[in-house]
């Protein structure tokens, strides 16, 4: 193969590509390897969103602490994410209500969407990578 | 149509892998391009040669480097977390590749769809 390993995007092409996170931030590697693509596919100037539904929408909480299982706090890097231009950040409105969370739980700010709402914007992507 | 696919779940644990290579065996068998198949998460553990099942199971990792000999389907396997799970060059089964995470944006960017098997 030719193609380098973070280059190399087809001719000029932008692609709508959309991340769609649905488990909690640990007990599974899931929301952490999925927050490593997330900013790799940053460095491929694509059209990237990034969606919390379900059990996902935990990973935004504020006030993690993760010491006493010996793991990462990685939630501060969703802070970081304008700073690699990914600045669509969507929360699923039910999955945010099912477990008794609010926006002001969450450590970023977030476009609140129905479930509807939020699949016709899958619907509008071409690329759609769940985890 | 050109696919892409993503493989998220290890062998034998999940089916996610075995309905990924059965999806490329049909694809295949109707014309269609796999551009590449990634393998991502526990994904990884579908590429170590040192994998014996029993006589009487499938092999899915073999089954995967046939599928490289025969349709030379790029098999690509993520680098950090396959470095996370033990999975080198050394150990990695023949047809496939270990290579960055850049191969996985790549593929959703070249291929016509790209379709996710996991949890």
């Known amino acids: 193969m030719d193609t380098p390993d973070n280059a190399g995007m087809a001719e000029g092409a932008t692609r709508k590509f959309m991340f769609v996170n649905r488990k909690a931030p640990y007990g599974t590697v899931y929301a952490l390897e999925s927050l490593e693509v997330v900013l790799i596919s940053a460095a491929f100037e694509q059209d990237v969103s990034v969606a919390f539904v379900d059990d996902g929408v935990y990973q935004l909480k504020k006030g993690q602490q993760t010491k006493g299982i010996e793991t990462k706090n990685f939630s501060p890097t969703y802070r970081a994410l304008p700073d690699y231009d990914v600045e669509k950040l969507y929360v699923e409105r039910e999955s945010l209500d099912a477990r008794g969370l609010d926006v002001a739980d969450l450590i970023v700010d977030v476009t609140v969407l129905s479930a509807a709402e939020m699949g016709a914007l899958m619907e509008a992507q071409d690329v759609v990578i769940s985890f | ?119």
Request: aromatic residues 8%.
């Open chain 2, 1 to 119: 149509m050109k696919l892409g696919i993503l493989v998220n779940e290890g062998p034998y644990q999940h089916e996610a892998s075995d309905s990924a290579y059965l999806f490329c065996k049909a694809a295949l068998a109707k014309g269609h391009e796999i551009h590449r198949v990634f393998f991502y998460h526990d994904g990884v553990n579908n590429s170590t040669r040192l994998t014996e099942p029993p006589q009487d199971d499938r092999n899915i990792v073999e089954r995967w480097s046939r599928l490289a000999a025969e349709h030379g389907v790029d098999l690509v396997v993520c680098v950090a977390a396959a470095l996370r799970r033990g999975i080198k060059d050394e150990n990695l089964a023949p047809g496939f590749r270990i290579s960055g995470l850049g191969q996985l944006v790549e593929t959703g960017i070249r291929s016509d769809r790209l379709v996710v098997f996991g949890d």
